[in-house]
């Protein structure tokens, strides 16, 4: 492409005037550098076109030991320490598809113009406040330590998963969940949408409005 956009600039100012010659002469130079500096910007998304399809989107992505098992350890900061800290608590018990579904709950919520708009946020929503944090062990009064590395792992190349887009197909939209040991006051308010291991999952209902 840079060899055609030179020539074709040569065949003009053998074309033009010498008076006139040396300006296309320098715009070739500039636009063999804005061509160099594009290919440089574009560098961050040729890497995601060759970074394979299920550690970039979750294309390939399976809910077994095997598939886990397979992916590179997670890394990132502090919105992946978040998700991974509120899977690990909340469902490091639960099966992987489990776990991803309550994922799931967590980044929807993050989409969702109801609730805050970072992880972090969302799952620290209402902590310190009696009665109104959204997740149960961030206002239980306990420390939240990791005792169980094995467990952290696995949660938290689940968070990288998702983080990385995997697909948010089990919960059907889901923003609410709970153990299938209770049954809170807000559940009948709301739509059921799955039942996943131990917890059933609920999006909000859908108001349609009358004029």
Not at 68 to 75: C, E, K, T, Y
Not at 150 to 156: I, Y
């Amino acid at each position: 492409m840079l060899r055609a956009i030179a020539a074709a600039l040569a065949v003009f100012c053998a074309a033009t005037p010498p008076a006139f010659a040396e300006r296309p002469q320098a715009s070739i130079g500039r636009l063999l550098q804005l061509e160099q500096r594009s290919l440089a910007s574009r560098s961050d998304q040729m890497q995601r076109l060759v970074t394979p399809a299920s550690a970039a989107n979750g294309r390939g992505l399976s809910y077994d030991a095997g598939w886990l098992a397979s992916q590179p350890r997670a890394s990132g900061g502090p919105q992946l320490h978040c998700l991974a800290e509120a899977l690990y608590f909340e469902a490091r018990g639960e099966t992987l598809k489990g776990q991803f579904a309550v994922a799931e709950v967590i980044m929807n919520r993050v989409d969702s113009p109801r609730f805050p708009s970072t992880v972090c946020a969302v799952v620290k929503q209402g902590t310190g406040r009696k009665h109104a944090c959204q997740f149960s062990y961030t206002c239980d009064g306990q420390p939240e330590q990791i005792h169980e590395p094995a467990a952290w792992e696995r949660v938290s190349k689940v968070a990288q998963a998702v983080l990385s887009g995997a697909p948010r197909a089990l919960t059907k939209g889901a923003t609410f969940y709970h153990t299938t040991a209770v049954r809170p006051s807000w559940s009948r308010a709301f739509t059921r949408t799955a039942e996943i291991g131990e917890h059933l999952f609920y999006r909000a209902a859908v108001r349609v409005s009358s004029n």
